[in-house]
């Protein structure tokens, strides 16, 4: 079993829904990261938590650390939005480097 | 302030080569991560370094790879005798000291091996 799960792998929506993606992980934590990778496959930080709820436009991320899991919620989606969406954690025995989930893949339909 | 730069882009050796795969942080960055992402899998943790120090070696295969952070000058990720399997893409990330700020990634090495 992968130390990070997220859910769903596939997501199909149309433009202007609000979509969630989640995250779930089996080890103690000190920090999560959310990012995205695009088709042309570059990847950027959307946020890094540790507690709490983040927003940023119309992305929101929150977690739970009592219960391992993490949301990542996108408002008012739109077609650019599609992408992949990787949750990463850095555990609290390892430093800084991240263990990765596989991602999921977010197409928004106009 | 430039973000996180690698070249090249895209590289293609044959079986048997070397590829060298460089990273330049940015600016003020003095740690260094790389990542690999084969096709089709998620990203996997290779290797951080800070300035002339491996300080987490553990994803590293434990033959023909090997990477260095130089005083002056990038990171290199160099891969001797490459094999179709090595066919990835590798992202490289930067954090400023200390430990436990974010990682910025750069746009990542696509190596193809023929």
């Known amino acids: 079993k992968n130390e990070v799960e997220q859910s769903p792998q596939n997501l199909t929506a149309q433009e202007g829904e609000f979509i969630t993606i989640n995250c779930s992980y089996s080890?103690?934590?000190?920090?999560l990261h959310w990012l995205q990778q695009h088709p042309g496959g570059g990847i950027v930080s959307l946020f890094m938590?540790?507690?709490g709820k983040k927003k940023h436009g119309r992305l929101i991320a929150t977690i739970n650390i009592q219960e391992k899991h993490s949301s990542l919620h996108i408002t008012a989606s739109h077609p650019r939005d599609s992408a992949v969406y990787i949750c990463?954690?850095?555990?609290?025995?390892?430093?800084?480097?991240?263990?990765f989930g596989e991602g999921t893949q977010l197409t928004v339909n106009p | 302030n430039a973000g996180v730069m690698q070249n090249p882009r895209h590289l293609v050796r044959r079986r048997g080569q070397e590829a060298r795969l460089r990273c330049s942080p940015m600016?003020?960055?003095?740690?260094v991560y790389w990542y690999r992402q084969l096709p089709e899998e998620g990203l996997k943790f290779m290797v951080y370094?800070?300035?002339?120090?491996?300080?987490?070696e553990s994803g590293m295969p434990k033959e023909r790879f090997s990477a260095e952070f130089p005083k002056e000058g990038p990171s290199i990720l160099r891969i001797q005798q490459v094999v179709r399997g090595d066919s990835a893409a590798y992202f490289c990330?930067?954090?400023?000291?200390?430990?436990?700020?974010?990682?910025?990634f750069g746009p990542g090495t696509r190596l193809t091996v023929l």
């Open positions: 990463a954690v850095r555990r609290e025995t390892s430093g800084s480097r991240l263990t």
């Open positions: 080890v103690g934590i000190s920090a």
């Open positions: 938590l540790s507690s």
């Open positions: 600016k003020g960055h003095s740690h």
């Open positions: 990330a930067s954090s400023p000291p200390p430990i436990g700020f974010e990682q910025f």
């Open positions: 370094l800070q300035k002339e120090n491996i300080i987490d």
